[in-house]
C-alpha cells in the first residue's frame, strides 16, 4: 500500500517559517520524484517545488524562489518543504505527491498523492 503522508502545517504570521514533511512508503522511495503542491480556495491546485531522488534535481515554483527549500532524506524516506518568509498569498493545503522519474511541477504526472496539510498564514 502506498502512503505519503504530510505534517508540519500550521498557522503562523507573515514572515514565519514552517517546515513541512512527507512522509513514504510502499515504493521505492529513491526512483520516484517527490513534488510539493497546493492548493487555495478556489483556485486549481498548483506545483510549489519538487525533488528527483533519482539525480537530486528540484525545481520551484517562481512565486517561492529564494524561500522555500526542497530536500530529501533517502534514508528515511521522507521529504521536506522548508518554508521561509511566509506570505498570506502562501496559504493552502499542501500536497505531497510521487511520481516518476524527473523533477516536474506538472500535476497530472503524479501517481499518488497524500491527504494534505494546512498552512494558514496570517498578515
Known amino acids: 500500500e502506498v502512503q505519503l503522508v504530510e505534517s508540519g502545517g500550521g498557522l503562523v504570521q507573515a514572515g514565519g517559517s514552517l517546515r513541512l514533511s512527507c512522509a513514504a512508503s510502499g515504493f521505492t522511495f529513491d526512483g520516484y520524484a517527490i513534488g510539493w503542491f497546493r492548493q487555495a480556495p478556489g483556485k486549481e491546485r498548483e506545483g510549489v517545488s519538487c525533488?528527483?531522488?533519482?539525480?537530486?534535481?528540484?525545481r520551484y515554483a517562481d512565486s517561492v524562489k529564494g524561500r522555500f527549500t526542497i530536500s530529501s532524506d533517502n534514508a528515511k524516506n521522507t521529504v521536506y518543504l522548508q518554508m521561509n518568509s511566509l506570505k498570506p498569498e502562501d496559504t493552502a493545503v499542501y500536497y505531497c505527491a510521487a511520481g516518476g522519474t524527473i523533477a516536474t511541477l506538472y500535476t497530472p504526472l503524479y501517481d499518488y498523492w497524500g491527504q494534505g496539510t494546512q498552512v494558514t498564514v496570517s498578515s
Open positions: 525533488i528527483s531522488n533519482l539525480d537530486g534535481s528540484t
